[in-house]
């Protein structure tokens, strides 16, 4: 072939593959942009033409280099060795002697919980071990609802709730909780642990700030880390200490000139302490230095105010005033999930950016259900939580005053009734933590023998996350009030308690008298 026909060949290939291109829909719009394009600005389209080819070749080009300097090419064999040496980290870290101590002692119970139950061993003992508090789980009313949403709906959605999971129940369910509150809206995710987890990084981004308590609970402190935020830390409910840093951190940023988002973080009631927050002053500081509020109400929801609607009802405080209410669907109201609540915007921007609700499961429209009956029992009924603060003080009559041990650190309504040594107690002895857990379980194994189921506070989960190094989380015994049993029968199990406490103690005294001498 000569270079003539050559030419002629090149020239009927490109006349081809340009009738072939003027057939593939918008090329015409295409070619008339490049002309105009080139005659305007040849520039422009010289760098157009350098971007579409740099494109193309990122495309294709490997994700990882394969041939760098440090690249070492393995025999098949060297793969083998390798893969049979390689052991992967267990999914839970073993346990300690002391957990596997208290796991061979852990009763088991047979059959629905309640006030009382029974155990594997036949024997029945009040429980004071469950977050049970308003009996709602023997209400025949909500057993048959559930029942009757089980056979309507099935047992779960079966997808997230963007997609096919979202029922009508779930929305009556949301509409239920922030006509309970009095907020805009709330939206309703499938797991109470992960909901503030999940909350908190939703809104809080790398290089936002975040002012918490020192105190807050392991989830909330999981949703800290996830967020990647400049973390400050206060002290335990000091709002001297906290004004101290917001106005620290309002002027950092007035004089870098640098606006982000700004957040306080605690809990109504705090799970480790069992005390609660001062939601006024935080209202007055949020105000005064322009920041918001996430307010952790997991268990304060249900238990706090006449009517269970939280540290808002119980301290008067407007519930459009706090920016995120976040709170459990599951303990007092006996279902499962947790919810935000907020204004439109709030609930809105969740939806398609909380991790917890769009990568997860919709909660299963039983328990959705079983939330919205609970609530109406709490509005019609307000003399449950009546009840339940009368068996608080009844039993705490029968352990602050009288225990010459231990001191209660709860609020006086708080139904997790978390029960420390008294310092005294702690430095005469020298104890440590590990030794108050010791003493704590031994406890409660005296207290089952006499008929009466507690547990502790389990902080072992706490340490090693983030903020946990400079706080001193003390070991305590947890009793869980219930309205469900009477004012006697929680006479006599706190005077069970307190005996246990008792002879527990002076066990240690007297052998540690015998050791000495």
């Known amino acids: ?222 949703g800290l880390e996830a967020s990647r935020s400049n973390i400050r830390w206060y002290e335990h409910n000091d709002m001297e200490d906290l004004e101290q840093i917001l106005k620290k951190v309002a002027e950092e940023q007035a004089k870098k000139r640098v606006v982000t988002r700004r957040f306080i973080v ?83 921007h969740q939806r398609i950016n909380a991790a917890a609700y769009t990568y997860s499961a919709a909660l299963p429209a039983m328990a959705a259900v079983t939330a919205s009956e609970t609530l109406t029992v709490l509005q019609c009924n307000p003399e449950i939580l009546h009840q339940c603060r009368e068996n608080i003080r009844t039993m705490k009559a029968q352990l602050d005053p009288r225990s010459d041990w231990v001191q209660c650190t709860s609020d006086v309504e708080n139904p997790v009734m978390l029960l420390a040594f008294k310092h005294e107690v702690i430095k005469s002895r020298q104890l440590t933590n590990e030794d108050q857990e010791r003493l704590f379980l031994e406890i409660v194994d005296e207290a089952l023998a006499n008929g009466v189921l507690i547990t502790r506070l389990k902080s072992i989960p706490l340490m090693g996350s983030i903020g946990t190094k400079d706080v001193n989380i003390k070991p305590a015994l947890k009793i869980c009030i219930t309205s469900g049993l009477s004012k006697k029968e929680i006479e006599k199990a706190g005077v069970t308690i307190r005996h246990a406490i008792t002879k527990i103690m002076t066990r240690k005294t007297n052998r540690q008298s015998s050791l000495a001498a």
């Open 266 to 348: 605690t809990e109504g009631l705090f799970e480790m302490i069992g005390d609660c927050s001062n939601l006024p002053k935080l209202i007055e500081l949020k105000e005064k230095y322009k920041f918001r509020i996430a307010l952790d109400e997991t268990w304060s929801f249900g238990v706090l105010g006449r009517n269970g609607r939280g540290l808002t009802e119980a301290q008067n405080v407007d519930a459009e005033a706090v920016d995120m209410i976040i709170g459990s669907l599951a303990g007092p109201l006996c279902a499962a999930g947790g919810f935000c609540a907020g204004s439109k915007d709030v609930v809105r």
């Open 1 to 222: 072939m000569d270079i003539h026909e050559a030419q002629a060949y090149l020239q009927a290939s490109l006349h081809e593959m340009s009738h072939a291109f003027q057939k593939v829909p918008g090329s015409a719009v295409l070619i008339r942009y490049i002309q105009s394009s080139y005659q305007n600005d040849p520039v422009r389209s010289a760098i157009e033409l350098v971007l579409v080819i740099f494109f193309i070749r990122y495309l294709l080009s490997p994700s990882y280099p394969t041939h760098g300097p440090n690249y070492v090419k393995l025999r098949d064999d060297e793969i083998d060795e390798l893969v049979k040496e390689w052991e992967p980290e267990p999914l839970v870290a073993p346990q300690t002697p002391f957990e596997e101590a208290e796991t061979e002692k852990q009763p088991i119970i047979v059959g629905p919980t309640g006030p009382k139950v029974k155990l594997s061993n036949g024997k029945t003992v009040v429980n004071l071990a469950s977050y049970n508090f308003y009996n709602l789980n023997a209400s025949e009313s909500i057993k048959a609802k559930a029942i009757e949403t089980l056979r309507t709906y099935g047992v779960g959605p079966c997808g997230p709730p963007q997609f096919y999971g979202t029922q009508d129940v779930h929305m009556n369910t949301e509409h239920d909780i922030a006509t309970f509150l009095g907020t805009q809206g709330s939206i309703v995710y499938s797991h109470a642990f992960s909901t503030i987890s999940s909350v908190i990084p939703t809104f809080c981004k790398r290089g936002d700030v975040i002012v918490a308590d020192k105190m807050v609970n392991y989830s909330i402190r999981k």
